[in-house]
């Protein structure tokens, strides 16, 4: 079955509306590797969403302090302040829904999602020594992951850690990961609503396994969404990061 791989949609709906069109007869069902809220103007709207989705969701570290699960005291101070903005935008059924979203690993058809990594929900992943565990003791050849808000991953092949880079060719909206018998494959699929890998584009992934994994950037209408934020008084960093992907 193909499935779309959506992470770190963080309340922005344009996004996931543009990344949702783009993607539109090639996928049979949805994940989602959590922050579905925080930093963006719209959690109810996303929400509803990714519900009508019936998307198979796991818990971010923003979706536990947008729900009040967990206080924020360890987000930065702009993190803090949507996070609890947050709280005080969702109706009462999104936030319980938000609240009772499980932890990863969670295992789906044969591969595996976690928000962080496989031990630790709310480590990074940024460099292949933060990977080594999380690649090792992963239950399934390919484990799918976020929260870094970086499009790529690790694989392991014959104990030996490597860093996978995708650079869409400005031709194709996506490249295709082909996956090797004997590798183990960390994914990142990008982040939908606020990327940080230096291209403002929405990333996510459809994954055809135990084939391949295509991984996705579709450009959307950043303004529309800045301008919602401000609208909102949402913190001004949060705002100018969106235009440079950072
Ligand atoms: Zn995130």
Not at 120 to 146: I, K, N, R
Not at 161 to 173: A, N, Q, T, Y
Not at 207 to 216: G, N, S, T
Not at 234 to 243: K, S
């Amino acid at each position: 079955m193909r499935y779309l791989i959506l992470s770190d949609i963080h309340a922005n709906l344009t996004a996931l509306e543009a990344s949702l069109a783009a993607a539109k007869g090639r996928w049979e069902k949805v994940v989602c590797l959590g922050d579905v809220v925080g930093y963006g103007p719209d959690p109810n709207e996303v929400i509803d969403r990714v519900r009508s989705l019936d998307a198979i969701t796991i818990r971010g570290n923003h979706d536990k302090a947008g729900s009040g699960l967990a206080d924020a005291t360890d987000f930065n101070p702009v993190a803090r302040a949507v996070a609890l903005w947050t709280r005080n935008q969702l109706r009462p059924e999104n936030q319980e829904w938000l609240e009772k979203l499980p932890s990863g690993p969670l295992s789906v058809d044969g591969f595996t999602i976690v928000h962080g990594a496989v031990h630790d929900e709310d480590e990074y992943l940024f460099a292949p020594a933060q990977a080594l565990d999380s690649l090792a003791d992963a239950p399934s050849t390919v484990t799918f992951f976020g929260h870094t808000h970086i499009q790529g991953g690790f694989t392991l092949h014959d104990e030996k850690v490597s860093v996978l880079h995708f650079k869409p060719d400005g031709g194709k909206p996506f490249t295709t990961l082909e996956i090797e018998p004997g590798a183990t494959y960390m994914v990142n699929p990008g982040s939908i609503g606020q990327p940080r890998d230096g291209d403002a584009r929405a990333g996510f992934a459809i994954a055809d396994l135990p084939h391949c994994v295509e991984l996705w950037r579709v450009p959307y209408d950043v303004e529309a969404v800045q301008k919602r934020m401000e609208a909102s008084g949402l913190p001004e960093p949060l705002i100018q990061r969106l235009a440079f992907g950072r």
